[in-house]
Structure formats: C-alpha cells, structure tokens
Antibody, heavy 120, light 108 residues
C-alpha cells in the first residue's frame, strides 16, 4: 500500500522559507507513469494546486506561485520537496503531497497533510 | 485559463436523499475531470476520474456523468458518511491541475 507523509516545521516566521518534504513508502517514486504534487488548503478554504514534479525532475508550477516556489526530487530517498521563500501569513495552510496519475485519472494517494503556520 | 465553477456551493440534505452537484468548465474539457470528497481534518479522497469512472473501493451510490463543459456528481442515496465537501478537479493540462471551489453537503 503506497503511503505519502509530509514533514517539516509547523511554524515559520514571516519572510523566512517554508520547506516541506514528502516521503513516499510502499512503492517507488521513480515511475514515468506518475507525477508528484503539492496542494495546499488555507484554513476554512478550498484546495490550491502548487506544483507537480516528475521523478526525473520536470516541474510545473501554478502561475500564481511560480515565481516563489521550488520543487525538487530525491529518488535515492524516495522523496520530493517544496520550498517557498519569503512567506507571509497568506501562506498559512495545510500542505498536502499527492500522487498524480496520468491523463484524466486524478490523484489517488495523498499524504495526511501538514499544517504550516506563518507567524512571528 | 479554464475556470471551474461548482453549484451549489452549499446544500442541506437528509439521509436517503438523492444529491446532485454540478461542475462547469469555462470551455470544453472532454472528460478530463475528477471528483473528490473531503471530510474535516482529512485529505481529499478520489471518488470519480475521467468524469465517470468510479475509483476502486468507492461505493456505487456515487456516479459521475457529463463531458465537454458540464459535469455532475450524483449520490443516489445519501448516507451519514457522505456529509463532506466535494471538489471537482480539472485535468486537461496534466500535470497542471485546478480544483473547483467546492460544495459542502450538510445535514438537514
């Protein structure tokens, strides 16, 4: 059974960098059949796609965030990561990692989510 | 960019009711649509993909239909476990994805 687990600081100060890692277990991240994504959800609000990355490092970012976001992958550790510099209170959210199947097949596996609060 | 809208944004229903949620795209997207259920404090759960294909393990009371620009998620007989928020997801530019604003289904 594939599992995804987000990890990282739950509290980040304004203007600092938010860093999260998603660890994939029960399967390999190194498959050309999937992309791996980050999605966030501000408290009480809807879902916002942040970006997607392939096992080979091809990245796609939400245009509204692309200037601020960096994703990377480490196949040796079966992990992918997210960095958001210069955070503000608007970046406070639950951050989910997920597996994206190809085409119209959707995201079938999700992490449990990591709440990141931006506050001094 | 293609936009997704959902209607209604909120609905109140009773156990046993038939519930229909609509997702509209600002232009045609063939069948590149998925539906998710999210309960408070939990990650979204994939229900339907390719507009009408039931994800493995999802009860058959969930049905997706539509193509082009208008899609529906129907719950044939609402169960207590179905009270949640439902999101549609645009997939025509995979791996770029977009979510609809959500529909909250509450107990009447």
């Amino acid at each position: 059974q594939l599992q995804l687990q987000e990890s990282g600081p739950g509290l980040v100060k304004p203007s600092e960098t938010l860093s999260l890692i998603c660890t994939v277990s029960g399967g390999s991240i190194s498959s050309s059949s999937y992309y791996w994504g980050w999605i966030r959800q501000p408290p009480g609000k809807g879902l916002e796609w942040i970006g997607s990355i392939s096992y080979s490092g091809n990245t796609y970012y939400n245009p509204s965030l692309s200037s601020r976001v960096t994703m990377s992958v480490d196949t040796s550790k079966n992990q992918f990561s997210l960095k958001v510099p210069s955070v503000t209170a608007a970046d406070t959210a639950i951050y989910y990692c997920a597996r994206l199947r190809g085409g119209a097949a959707g995201s079938d596996y999700w992490g449990q989510g990591a709440l990141v609060t931006v506050s001094s | 960019d293609i936009q997704l809208t959902q209607s209604p944004s909120f609905l109140s229903a009773s156990v046993g009711d038939r519930v229909t949620i609509t997702c509209r795209a600002s232009q045609g997207i063939a069948s590149y649509l998925a539906w998710y259920q999210q309960k408070p404090g939990k990650a979204p759960k994939l229900l339907i993909y390719s507009a009408s294909t039931l994800q493995s393990g999802v009860p058959s009371r969930f049905r997706g239909s539509g193509s082009g620009a208008e899609f529906t998620l129907t719950i044939s007989s609402l169960q207590p476990d179905d009270f949640a928020t439902y999101y549609c997801q645009l997939l025509n530019s995979h791996p770029r994805i977009t979510f609809g604003p959500g529909t909250k289904v509450d107990i009447k």
